[in-house]
């Protein structure tokens, strides 16, 4: 899978709620970071270690907020990097700008970073 492959497959992955195929685009020792960590779990600082840590989160989003959704408008791949673009949906919330870049290796996500508009 090329990286730009791989940024339309997480998209997929994650508009289908589909996360144990979303976390198998990652690698064992990832790391996530995200604002939204900051606000829903302090506790880690805004970052996320490990496959197991990504599949709590994200089970735990898709549960909290079934109509959340990513309109993608942007995946843009060079090298080992990518960078998506989307919109977020979110259940009573106005859309919000996002965009995300992935660190990729051996076909594997190890670094993700979210930023909000």
């Not at 996530?32 to 490990?50: A, D, F, I, M, W």
């Not at 843009?76 to 290796?105: C, I, K």
């Amino acid at each position: 899978m090329t990286p730009e492959q791989l940024g339309h497959a997480w998209l997929d992955a994650f508009n289908r709620h589909d996360v144990d195929a979303l976390v198998a685009l990652y690698a064992d020792d990832c790391t996530h970071t995200s604002p939204k960590l900051r606000v829903q779990r302090p506790e880690t600082g805004g970052k996320l270690v490990g496959k197991a840590a990504l599949h709590g989160w994200w089970a735990d989003a898709m549960k909290r907020l079934p109509g959340l959704r990513y309109e993608g408008f942007a995946v843009t791949a060079q090298g080992d990097r990518v960078v998506l673009e989307y919109w977020r949906h979110a259940p009573n919330e106005a859309p919000m700008p996002v965009s995300e870049s992935f660190d990729v290796e051996g076909g594997r996500i190890v670094r993700s970073r979210v930023y909000h508009g």
